[in-house]
């Protein structure tokens, strides 16, 4: 083949081995063999999804560090609680021994009510500003001091509130009962009245959802007033009713040494893992109220040693107070298991975040001991196609010819 | 007998030999490096020789012309490769353009959405937290402006690639009309000089008919009256002397489309060249993304809003939509945007309570379950990334592949008709010794002449 000009093949040489220096120079200096997607786009469009997986891997690890302490807060609450229930046992007990004195009962009674006071302080524990046991309703503390009497603000004897008082629809009146420990909720209705509202009060107490007893009447001051008449458990009430105009204790009712759950008993949840969730919270009423039963047994308690009842009713008291405690054992089962579930998941997310990014690795990463071998390899390759250049490159006939003869 | 007269004769024959390759070598040295030149070759024949009866004497050399050197099938090879290149060559360029905007960085879509879903996950574990609602939010809207400007990134280089279409149209048209106008020319020189072979003409006819080809794929036939080239469909663009131009014309969607002559919509037959290739990427490639980019958007806006609509925010109201999105798919990618802006409307909750994170599962598992499509968002994504790298990658590797082979195939050409100036400079001592020896047989004839004219004087 008749060979006319090198200078074509030497420049389609040179940016080849340009080339190919330049990938070799990028994967050292990136540490990646797949930088674009069209480098390997199989292996990119894996990756988008293997870092899909890595966020998610992340975040149920975040979730879990922001979990674990949460819920230690809440499982560390009911150690107290067990705690406060055991000392009130233990003083049940001695308010049992039928020589003790009415004096030495009542001061018992106090102590018992110390106890019932760090159970309900523990029952509102919070964890940065979210408390634990109300359920969803976690932004404001979930057991309330009960009172016997709630009137409305609004209303007066000039202009008293009647049963034909329209209520604004949408508007939500809320009833905590502390004895039943459930709660009456009544959401108005376009065209409802304080008479509907009424209504409904009647069906929940003949449910038992409220106290019977527990009404709702205009009173003297022309105020909607909601009462219940029983000596040892009160109500929490609440409205955002505008008619109303909220709903507020009347001084004086108080009911002591009752409580009533203003949480709910809807439970969160977070993901932690791409299958495993855990409850992010405990509701309340299943530990204090209706299910453990913990507040009224120290209620129930307290009023039998204030009242210097016969030691076979301490007794029963006391023993009352001895299942709620080992009701809530098995009511904070669960949320020990999140406990350890979590701590275990954490290790695996750890283990987790390494497969993953060992799978990243492999598919864009460069093998780094082959791309150094690369780069020596183009770097020879290129000085050797510039020195072929240099060679061949003045190498003409004329510069023979131009030679000064002899 | 041979005379001293036909000596001169034949002396001179020579002399005019030697100076016709004096001449060719000149004019190929000249052109070494003159893009389309072919080299020439002088072209000598033996003078018949006279019959003297006796003997046959020589009668020396004729110099009958110059002639390119030239492989027609070569060159008709490189136009095919040109073509392919220059296609090639369009599509990388754009689709390379286009490669940032789906590489994995802190604001591509695939990041963007996992950060989504890492906020809604974050929110599970303080669904009242106005911080991390917030976060949500800013997430939302990150993914959106991620689709604006991944949609935004192909639908400005469609405009681009669009605006070359009426480039490339004109400076087609302009080819073929000097393509044309040089038929006569080179039918009549063939005409004129059979020995030539086209010359600096066809030359120059050459060199046009290969910048056509680098800008569209072409069919080129030789015929009584010169060239004739259609498009890939049979089109006609050059007919003897005549040329046909080519027009663009926009569609509805604002696409240039190419009409031949006649009117004809001949768009999709154009596959190659810098038009070919820059339709087809206009068109097939980024149009199939913008496609898909806007599938995943919308149905994935869908997903979310309906999420949203089977919740409360934390005013107990069923959530509003998260994302506006055009109700066509087309333009979903472009149009996609935060609904909400107030974080608490955010609807977390699946009771109405603020404290409820009940509907944040929901969200999640939007992350988890197939969209209409049939692919999961994560994976509709990463379905967009390797179509991005598969078609630039496809581009890359024509690109080098036909550049490859052009190079091979320029070097065959320049075998048969590039010039070697070792060669040329081998050529010019050669001739120069024979112009030089002719001189010398002139000279030695003149001295015989003056001999003989002095044999009548004696000294």
Same mark, same amino acid.
């Given at each position: 083949?008749?060979?006319?000009?090198?200078?074509?093949?030497?420049?389609?040489?040179?940016?080849?081995?340009?080339?190919?220096?330049?990938?070799?120079?990028?994967? =050292?200096?990136?540490?990646?063999?797949?930088?674009?997607?069209?480098?390997?786009?199989?292996?990119?469009?894996?990756?988008?999804?293997?870092?899909?997986?890595?966020?998610?891997?992340?975040?149920?690890?975040?979730?879990?560090?922001?979990?674990?302490?949460?819920?230690?807060?809440?499982?560390?609450?009911?150690?107290?609680?067990? !705690?406060?229930?055991?000392?009130?046992?233990?003083?049940?007990?001695?308010?049992?021994?039928?020589?003790?004195?009415?004096?030495?009962?009542?001061?018992?009674?106090?102590?018992?009510?110390?106890?019932?006071?760090?159970? $309900?302080?523990?029952?509102?524990?919070?964890?940065?500003?979210?408390?634990?046991?109300?359920?969803?309703? !976690?932004?404001?503390?979930?057991?309330?001091?009960?009172?016997?009497?709630?009137?409305?603000?609004?209303?007066?004897?000039?202009?008293?509130?009647?049963?034909?008082?329209?209520?604004?629809?949408?508007?939500?009146?809320?009833?905590?009962?502390?004895?039943?420990?459930?709660?009456?909720?009544?959401?108005?209705?376009?065209?409802?009245?304080?008479?509907?509202?009424?209504?409904?009060?009647?069906?929940?107490?003949?449910?038992?959802?409220?106290?019977?007893?527990?009404?709702?009447? $205009?009173?003297?001051?022309?105020?909607?007033?909601?009462?219940?008449?029983?000596?040892?458990?009160?109500?929490?009430? !609440?409205?955002?009713?505008? =008619?109303?105009?909220?709903?507020?204790?009347?001084?004086?009712?108080?009911?002591?040494?009752?409580?009533?759950?203003?949480?709910?008993?809807?439970?969160?949840?977070?993901?932690?893992?791409?299958?495993?969730?855990?409850?992010?919270?405990?509701?309340?009423?299943?530990?204090?109220?209706?299910?453990?039963?913990? $507040?009224?047994?120290?209620?129930?308690?307290?009023?039998?040693?204030?009242?210097?009842?016969?030691?076979?009713?301490?007794?029963?008291?006391?023993?009352?107070?001895?299942?709620?405690?080992?009701? $809530?054992?098995?009511?904070?089962?669960?949320?020990?298991?999140?406990?350890?579930?979590?701590?275990?998941?954490?290790?695996?997310?750890?283990?987790?975040? =390494?497969?993953?990014?060992?799978?990243?690795?492999?598919?864009?990463?460069?093998?780094?001991?082959?791309?150094?071998?690369?780069?020596?390899?183009?770097?020879?390759?290129?000085?050797?196609? *510039?020195?072929?250049?240099?060679?061949?490159?003045?190498?003409?006939? *004329?510069?023979?010819?131009?030679?000064? !003869?002899? | 007998?041979?005379?001293?007269?036909?000596?001169? &004769?034949?002396?001179?024959?020579?002399?005019?030999?030697?100076?016709?390759?004096?001449?060719?070598?000149?004019?190929?040295?000249?052109?070494?490096?003159?893009?389309?030149?072919?080299?020439?070759?002088?072209?000598?024949?033996?003078?018949? +020789?006279?019959?003297?009866?006796?003997?046959?004497?020589?009668?020396?050399?004729?110099?009958?012309?110059?002639?390119?050197?030239?492989?027609?099938?070569?060159?008709?090879?490189?136009?095919?490769?040109?073509?392919?290149?220059?296609?090639?060559?369009?599509?990388?360029?754009?689709?390379?353009?286009?490669? +940032?905007?789906?590489?994995?960085?802190?604001?591509?879509?695939?990041?963007?959405?996992?950060?989504?879903?890492?906020?809604?996950?974050?929110?599970?574990?303080?669904?009242?937290?106005?911080?991390?609602?917030?976060?949500?939010?800013?997430?939302?809207?990150?993914?959106?402006?991620?689709?604006?400007?991944?949609?935004?990134?192909?639908?400005?280089?469609?405009?681009?690639?669009?605006?070359?279409?009426?480039?490339?149209?004109?400076?087609?048209?302009?080819?073929?009309?000097?393509?044309?106008?040089?038929?006569?020319?080179?039918?009549?020189?063939?005409?004129?000089?059979?020995?030539?072979?086209?010359?600096?003409?066809?030359?120059?006819?050459?060199?046009?008919?290969?910048?056509?080809?680098?800008?569209?794929?072409?069919?080129?036939?030789?015929?009584?009256?010169?060239?004739?080239?259609?498009?890939?469909? /049979?089109?006609?663009?050059?007919?003897?002397?005549?040329?046909?131009?080519?027009?663009?014309?926009?569609?509805?969607?604002?696409?240039?489309?190419?009409?031949?002559?006649?009117?004809?919509?001949?768009?999709?037959?154009?596959?190659?060249?810098?038009?070919?290739?820059?339709?087809?990427?206009?068109?097939?490639?980024?149009?199939?993304?913008?496609?898909?980019?806007?599938?995943?958007?919308?149905?994935?806006?869908?997903?979310?809003?309906?999420?949203?609509?089977?919740?409360?925010?934390?005013?107990?109201?069923?959530?509003?939509?998260?994302?506006?999105?055009?109700?066509?798919?087309?333009?979903?990618?472009?149009?996609?945007?935060?609904?909400?802006?107030?974080?608490?409307?955010?609807?977390?909750?699946?009771?109405?309570?603020? /404290?409820?994170?009940?509907?944040?599962?929901?969200?999640?598992?939007?992350?988890?379950?197939?969209?209409? &499509?049939?692919?999961?968002?994560?994976?509709?994504? &990463?379905?967009?990334?390797?179509?991005?790298?598969?078609?630039?990658?496809?581009?890359?590797?024509?690109?080098?592949?036909?550049?490859?082979?052009?190079?091979?195939?320029?070097?065959?050409?320049?075998?048969?008709?590039?010039?070697?100036?070792?060669?040329?400079?081998?050529?010019?001592?050669?001739?120069?010794?024979?112009?030089?020896?002719?001189?010398?047989?002139?000279?030695?004839?003149?001295?015989?002449?003056?001999?003989?004219?002095?044999?009548?004087? +004696?000294?």
């Amino acid at each position: 083949m008749r060979v006319t000009n090198m200078v074509p093949d030497i420049e389609y040489s040179m940016q080849q081995s340009q080339q190919a220096l330049a990938t070799a120079e990028m994967q =050292v200096a990136t540490g990646l063999r797949v930088n674009r997607p069209s480098d390997d786009p199989a292996a990119a469009a894996n990756d988008t999804v293997s870092l899909a997986a890595s966020a998610n891997v992340d975040q149920f690890t975040s979730n879990v560090d922001a979990l674990l302490p949460q819920l230690q807060t809440a499982d560390s609450a009911i150690s107290q609680v067990t !705690s406060a229930l055991n000392t009130a046992i233990t003083l049940g007990t001695q308010g049992a021994n039928g020589s003790i004195t009415a004096a030495q009962r009542s001061s018992i009674a106090t102590e018992v009510a110390g106890a019932l006071t760090t159970v $309900i302080a523990q029952a509102n524990a919070s964890y940065s500003g979210v408390y634990l046991f109300g359920g969803s309703a !976690s932004s404001t503390p979930p057991f309330v001091a009960a009172s016997s009497t709630y009137n409305s603000v609004n209303g007066s004897a000039a202009h008293p509130l009647s049963a034909s008082t329209a209520l604004t629809a949408g508007s939500v009146t809320t009833i905590s009962d502390a004895q039943t420990g459930d709660t009456f909720t009544f959401t108005a209705k376009a065209g409802d009245t304080i008479g509907a509202l009424q209504t409904a009060l009647a069906t929940a107490v003949s449910a038992g959802t409220l106290t019977a007893g527990t009404t709702a009447t $205009i009173n003297s001051s022309g105020h909607l007033s909601i009462a219940t008449n029983s000596s040892t458990a009160g109500i929490v009430v !609440s409205s955002n009713d505008a =008619v109303l105009g909220s709903m507020s204790a009347a001084s004086g009712t108080a009911v002591a040494n009752t409580y009533a759950y203003v949480g709910n008993s809807t439970v969160n949840t977070a993901q932690v893992g791409d299958t495993l969730t855990v409850a992010t919270n405990v509701a309340g009423n299943n530990l204090f109220t209706t299910g453990s039963n913990v $507040i009224g047994a120290l209620t129930g308690l307290i009023s039998a040693l204030q009242n210097n009842e016969t030691s076979v009713q301490i007794g029963a008291a006391t023993t009352a107070v001895s299942t709620a405690l080992s009701s $809530i054992g098995q009511q904070r089962v669960p949320l020990d298991n999140s406990i350890s579930e979590m701590n275990s998941q954490e290790s695996y997310l750890g283990q987790e975040t =390494v497969t993953l990014t060992t799978q990243q690795d492999n598919l864009v990463g460069a093998n780094m001991a082959v791309a150094a071998t690369n780069l020596a390899q183009a770097q020879t390759q290129n000085q050797a196609v *510039l020195a072929v250049a240099a060679k061949v490159m003045p190498q003409t006939l *004329l510069n023979y010819l131009s030679q000064p !003869s002899a | 007998m041979a005379s001293l007269t036909s000596a001169l &004769s034949i002396a001179m024959q020579a002399l005019q030999a030697a100076d016709g390759g004096l001449q060719v070598t000149n004019n190929n040295i000249s052109n070494a490096n003159t893009p389309g030149y072919t080299r020439q070759q002088v072209v000598l024949q033996e003078t018949t +020789p006279a019959d003297n009866g006796d003997f046959v004497a020589g009668e020396g050399v004729t110099f009958v012309g110059y002639q390119s050197v030239r492989d027609e099938l070569v060159m008709a090879q490189i136009q095919s490769q040109t073509s392919a290149q220059s296609g090639a060559n369009a599509s990388l360029a754009s689709l390379q353009q286009i490669q +940032p905007t789906f590489t994995t960085s802190t604001t591509d879509i695939g990041t963007e959405m996992s950060a989504l879903f890492s906020s809604l996950s974050s929110l599970a574990t303080d669904p009242t937290s106005s911080a991390s609602r917030q976060a949500v939010l800013t997430a939302g809207q990150n993914l959106a402006t991620a689709f604006n400007t991944a949609s935004s990134t192909l639908t400005s280089q469609q405009a681009t690639l669009n605006t070359q279409v009426s480039q490339d149209v004109t400076q087609i048209n302009q080819l073929t009309q000097q393509i044309a106008a040089l038929n006569p020319e080179i039918v009549e020189q063939n005409a004129n000089n059979t020995v030539e072979n086209g010359g600096a003409l066809q030359d120059q006819q050459n060199q046009l008919i290969q910048q056509l080809s680098a800008l569209t794929n072409v069919a080129i036939t030789q015929t009584n009256n010169g060239v004739t080239i259609s498009t890939g469909n /049979g089109t006609a663009l050059v007919v003897g002397p005549q040329s046909f131009a080519l027009q663009t014309s926009a569609g509805s969607n604002g696409a240039e489309a190419v009409l031949d002559s006649n009117g004809n919509d001949i768009t999709k037959t154009l596959t190659s060249g810098d038009l070919g290739g820059t339709i087809q990427t206009r068109d097939q490639a980024i149009g199939g993304l913008l496609t898909q980019l806007n599938t995943l958007a919308n149905q994935f806006a869908n997903a979310f809003n309906s999420v949203q609509a089977s919740g409360y925010d934390q005013n107990g109201k069923p959530g509003q939509n998260f994302f506006t999105i055009p109700s066509a798919v087309s333009g979903s990618a472009a149009g996609i945007q935060m609904n909400i802006t107030d974080p608490a409307l955010l609807a977390a909750s699946s009771d109405g309570t603020a /404290g409820s994170d009940g509907n944040l599962a929901n969200f999640a598992a939007v992350q988890k379950n197939a969209l209409p &499509s049939g692919q999961t968002p994560a994976d509709a994504y &990463s379905s967009i990334v390797y179509q991005v790298g598969s078609l630039t990658a496809n581009a890359n590797a024509e690109s080098s592949g036909t550049t490859a082979s052009l190079t091979q195939l320029n070097d065959q050409l320049n075998s048969v008709s590039g010039v070697s100036i070792d060669e040329e400079s081998a050529n010019l001592i050669t001739y120069q010794n024979a112009y030089e020896a002719a001189a010398r047989v002139i000279s030695t004839i003149q001295a015989l002449m003056t001999a003989t004219m002095s044999m009548d004087t +004696p000294g």
